[in-house]
């Protein structure tokens, strides 16, 4: 992943924790991946780096599939990456005409596009046992790009 250099070595516990391919192992998932992990996000969402953009907080538990705090945060920034975090979000939880409603508001922005992002929610909504493993690898795509621009704006 290509985040600044100081981010990455504060977040480097997580993902050697929990690689980026190992994360967010369900489209819909059904609680958060271990208590482990949401205690390390939870410390690392309390340090002043990642406190000052709420956008990697929200990210982040996403990441552990934490939606109800990811939630939290995202309905509160309003900005189109804050949009962003929230469509995903209600993505993942099956809420799918809510998340093309945040798609839509985001607009195009941190290089995904409403459109991409609609038909993602569609692929996902009528997934198929068989197609789920190749829509997993497009949703850690998508939260590795959106994260890599949010902590690309926290350094401009």
Same mark, same amino acid.
């Given at each position: 992943?290509?985040? *600044?250099?100081?981010?990455?070595?504060?977040?480097?516990? #997580? =993902?050697?924790? +929990?690689?980026?391919?190992?994360?967010? *192992?369900?489209?819909?998932? &059904?609680?958060?991946?271990?208590?482990? #992990? !949401?205690? +390390?996000?939870?410390?690392? %969402?309390?340090?002043?780096?990642?406190?000052?953009? *709420? %956008? +990697?907080? /929200?990210?982040?538990?996403?990441? !552990?599939?934490?939606?109800?705090?990811?939630?939290? #945060?995202?309905?509160?920034?309003?900005?189109?990456?804050?949009? +962003?975090?929230?469509?995903?979000?209600?993505?993942?939880?099956?809420? =799918?005409?809510?998340?093309?409603?945040? =798609?839509?508001?985001?607009?195009?922005?941190?290089?995904?596009?409403? /459109? %991409?992002?609609?038909? =993602? !929610?569609?692929?996902?909504?009528?997934?198929? *046992? /068989?197609? !789920?493993?190749?829509?997993?690898?497009?949703?850690? /795509?998508?939260?590795?790009?959106?994260?890599?621009?949010?902590? &690309?704006?926290?350094?401009?």
């Amino acid at each position: 992943m290509k985040l *600044p250099h100081p981010l990455s070595e504060t977040l480097a516990p #997580l =993902f050697e924790k +929990l690689p980026l391919d190992a994360a967010m *192992p369900e489209l819909l998932p &059904k609680q958060p991946i271990s208590d482990e #992990l !949401v205690a +390390l996000v939870e410390e690392l %969402t309390g340090l002043p780096s990642i406190k000052a953009n *709420p %956008t +990697l907080a /929200a990210g982040l538990w996403l990441y !552990v599939d934490d939606l109800h705090r990811s939630h939290e #945060l995202s309905q509160q920034i309003l900005t189109s990456e804050g949009s +962003l975090w929230h469509g995903i979000m209600h993505r993942r939880e099956g809420d =799918f005409w809510n998340s093309k409603y945040w =798609f839509r508001k985001a607009g195009d922005s941190a290089g995904l596009s409403v /459109a %991409t992002a609609s038909i =993602f !929610v569609d692929r996902v909504e009528k997934a198929t *046992p /068989a197609q !789920v493993p190749a829509l997993l690898t497009e949703q850690r /795509a998508e939260w590795q790009k959106l994260f890599e621009w949010c902590a &690309k704006e926290t350094q401009s």
